[in-house]
């Protein structure tokens, strides 16, 4: 089992950045694709952005194209969002979520942290 841990959430005006972070722990793998998702009220989990277990490959959601950028440090097992220019659509919970090794289905998610971007 892999736990995900998720930190830098918080409440940013409109325009601002904001940097998450999620620390994997547990049976991590080298083989492991990792991704950030998120939730907003009344509204069903998006697919923000993926990234493959070498860092090479990444796959961004129109909505954050251009402003978010995914990228993971496989030494320190964890993956950043970096957000940049956050619209108050962008508020939600976000969740980091890692597949199963060799495979693209995320199995483990972590508990999610709120990003407020207030107007």
């Known amino acids: 089992q892999v736990q995900l841990v998720e930190s830098g959430g918080g409440l940013v005006q409109a325009g601002g950045s904001l940097r998450l972070s999620c620390t994997a722990s547990?049976?991590?793998?080298?083989?492991?694709?990792m991704g950030w998702f998120r939730r907003a009220p009344g509204k069903e989990r998006e697919t923000v952005a993926t990234?493959?277990?070498?860092?090479?490959?990444?796959y961004y959601s129109d909505s954050v194209k251009g402003r978010f950028t995914i990228s993971r440090d496989n030494a320190v097992n964890t993956v950043y969002l970096e957000m940049n220019n956050l619209k108050p659509e962008d508020t939600a919970v976000y969740y980091c979520a890692a597949s199963r090794p060799g495979t693209s289905t995320f199995a483990n998610w972590g508990q999610g942290t709120q990003v407020t971007v207030s107007s």
């Open positions: 990234i493959s277990p070498s860092g090479s490959s990444t």
């Open positions: 547990g049976r991590t793998s080298s083989a492991t694709r």
